[in-house]
């Protein structure tokens, strides 16, 4: 036990006559959490089936970043096995890449109601693509694959029959 404490004695004043007070306190408190570059997320985390579900990607970084040009987002539904994504729309062609710029967002809206259950969005980010063609032409060096939290969409009541 002694030996324990005079070590973090030993520890405390290297660190004072390293760093000074101030330096001691400093690495004693939490540091913030780091701000993501790029965030999806929806706005809300409940929802009736009669509601639209807003989705948004906020590019908080210092460069551009690229989504595919058609059907950008995955919707997944939660089941036994995790998360199963499927494209929020079937394309006939990828189409031209969206480019957000550092501090944009962009944002789609669709109906709740076919969307029963727990659900959460996906979809791939690319940086450093060449503009104007379609992800799949524009030489992208990187890629991120992110998803928004959790929501629920309640179903719709059950009509009430009368006899």
């Not at 290297?14 to 790029?38: A, F, N, Q, Y």
């Not at 929806?42 to 690229?66: D, I, M, R």
């Not at 501090?103 to 109906?111: K, R």
């Amino acid at each position: 036990m002694f030996r324990n404490f005079s070590f973090f004695v030993v520890f405390i004043s290297i660190m004072i006559l390293d760093r000074g007070c101030d330096g001691i306190l400093s690495w004693l408190e939490p540091t913030p959490p780091p701000k993501k570059e790029v965030v999806l997320y929806t706005n809300k985390l409940y929802y009736n089936a009669t509601e639209n579900v807003v989705v948004t990607l906020k590019n908080n970084g210092s460069t551009p970043v690229f989504l595919p040009g058609c059907s950008p987002f995955s919707i997944a539904d939660k089941n036994d096995s995790g998360w199963v994504a499927h494209p929020l729309y079937v394309c006939v062609w990828e189409g031209f890449a969206k480019k957000i710029d550092p501090g944009g967002t962009y944002q789609e809206t669709f109906a709740a109601a076919p969307f029963v259950g727990w659900h959460k969005m996906f979809t791939t980010v690319y940086w450093e693509c060449k503009d104007g063609l379609p992800i799949s032409q524009a030489e992208c060096r990187e890629e991120k694959r992110i998803a928004s939290a959790e929501f629920y969409v309640k179903p719709l009541p059950k009509p009430i029959q009368i006899h």
